[in-house]
């Protein structure tokens, strides 16, 4: 089982070289070097010569590297795919995305720019339209690895006003979440804009976990560390996740057909659900750099 802590993923405006140099020692598990929505339009042209410059150089170790373009109707799109494609990133973050079709132009795009045939496509779930099409924009191609909700884009164009619990969005986070599990896909959760609210930062992380994100997207390093804690695995869950998969081996090793720990009844899929968090849990030791399960 191959699985890629995505707990923090921080956008990184590609036209301010200091935050991309200071990006390769952050203990971000992800970073999306940003031509979207971060560069402003005299400067689109500059900050893509700069990304290429930082992709080259590379030194972003064992973080994944993720390039947001500029959707590609507009004037920048096709030319930032043709400039980062075959440059290493991991993967290539298409915005304003509403139908499959979209999707399959944006590979289309990349085949076009001579991209390697296992470089990945992340969307941003960011529109009414696409929410109501989320269950084919995440099956339109195999190449699709992640949804990454754009809350700050979908509240505005469902006029919701912020409220605690973000009520106004709660649907369609939980929708983007069915959608990447039913197509075996990672969902990242929205951006809290209000660095100075703590409290509501964490609330939101841990929010975002009970609604079955992988992780959270950050838009300063000073938010890394609430997203490594509150999208590890604690202790507590490692322990009972070690015990639920050591109580099913031994029951399969007895020829007993059924498990039970602690008065529980354990079943194929918690032992499944057991083995991904700890799959989770050693691939955040071996990063060896922030998280809760860092101490268990």
Known sequence: MIIRPRRSVLYLPASNAR?????????ADALILDLEDAVAPEAK???????????????????????????L??????????????????????PKINTPQDVL??????????????????????TPRCIMGMDSIAGASPRLACLVAGTSDLSRDLRARPAPG????????????????????????GVHLDMN???????????????????????????????NAAFAPGPAEVEQSKAIVAAWAEARAQGKGIC???GKLIEKLHV???ERLLALHAAILERGEGGASAAA
């Open 260 to 262: 039970v720990l602690n």
């Open 19 to 27: 935050a991309l140099e200071k990006a390769r020692a952050l203990p």
């Open 73 to 94: 109707e507009t004037p920048w799109g096709q030319d930032d795919v043709a400039a980062v494609a075959g440059l290493g990133a991991d993967a290539i973050l298409f």
């Open 105 to 126: 132009d944006a590979v289309a795009a990349l085949d076009a720019a001579g991209a390697p045939a296992d470089l990945s496509i992340w969307i941003m779930a960011e």
């Open 166 to 189: 973000r009520i106004g969005v709660i649907s369609a986070l939980s929708i983007i979440v069915i959608a990447a599990r039913a197509h075996g896909l990672d969902a990242l959760d």
């Open 272 to 274: 499944e659900d057991a």
């Open 45 to 71: 042209e500059s900050a893509r010569a700069q990304l290429v410059a930082a992709l080259k150089e590379g030194g972003f170790g064992k973080r994944e590297v993720i390039v947001r373009v500029n959707a």
């Open 197 to 227: 609210d703590d409290a509501g930062y964490i609330a939101a992380c841990e929010q975002g976990r009970d609604l079955g994100f992988d992780g959270k997207t950050l838009i300063h390093p000073k938010q890394i560390p609430g997203a």
